[in-house]
């Protein structure tokens, strides 16, 4: 029912708007291509939650069957979710993430990006290579601080692009 329309005007603190996550790629894309065009419905006290992180899970637990992401897919996937502004909620047993799940999870800098007071949302930039599945994400911090963040979602090395003045 489109709750991203909605929510904030009822009081709500946080929706889901998308499907359930699997641990695989195509389920992490899947979510995104679904939603990007309503990142700008979160802000201050409502925001748009698109599932708990999958990062670590490496196949185990109970969401989908599968070998589960790369290590280069969950950082994908956290970046995008810090990015996005969407609640950090771990799927996972944290009992048994690996290093290098837990090092991506407590990454400050990143978490900093996600829990900016003022919650902007980004914004999607063309490729100038025009490599329709790579994203480059310009989002304004609080504190006149910006970030930009390039993500490819080929299944292979692609160069991406921007001109500064896209900004």
Avoid at 25 to 41: A, K, T
Avoid at 120 to 146: A, C, G, H, Q, T
Wanted: proline letters at 4%.
């Amino acid at each position: 029912d489109e709750p991203w329309k909605w929510m904030r005007s009822i009081g709500a603190d946080m929706y889901r708007s998308s499907g359930d996550i699997s641990d695989n790629f195509s389920s992490i894309l899947r979510i995104i291509r679904g939603q990007e065009n309503n990142f700008s419905m979160s802000g201050p006290s409502c925001f748009n939650d698109l599932d708990m992180l999958i990062v670590g899970m490496y196949g185990n637990g109970n969401v989908g069957v599968s070998n589960g992401c790369t290590d280069d897919e969950y950082t994908i996937h956290f970046g995008l979710w810090c990015m996005y502004g969407t609640p950090l909620m771990i799927g996972g047993d944290i009992r048994n993430v690996n290093e290098f799940s837990r090092k991506l999870m407590q990454n400050k800098e990143l978490i900093a990006i996600n829990q900016d007071p003022e919650c902007r949302p980004p914004v999607v930039i063309l490729d100038k290579f025009f490599w329709k599945e790579n994203r480059v994400l310009f989002k304004i911090l609080s504190n006149n601080e910006y970030v930009i963040g390039m993500f490819n979602f080929y299944d292979e090395k692609k160069d991406i692009a921007f001109f500064l003045k896209d900004l």
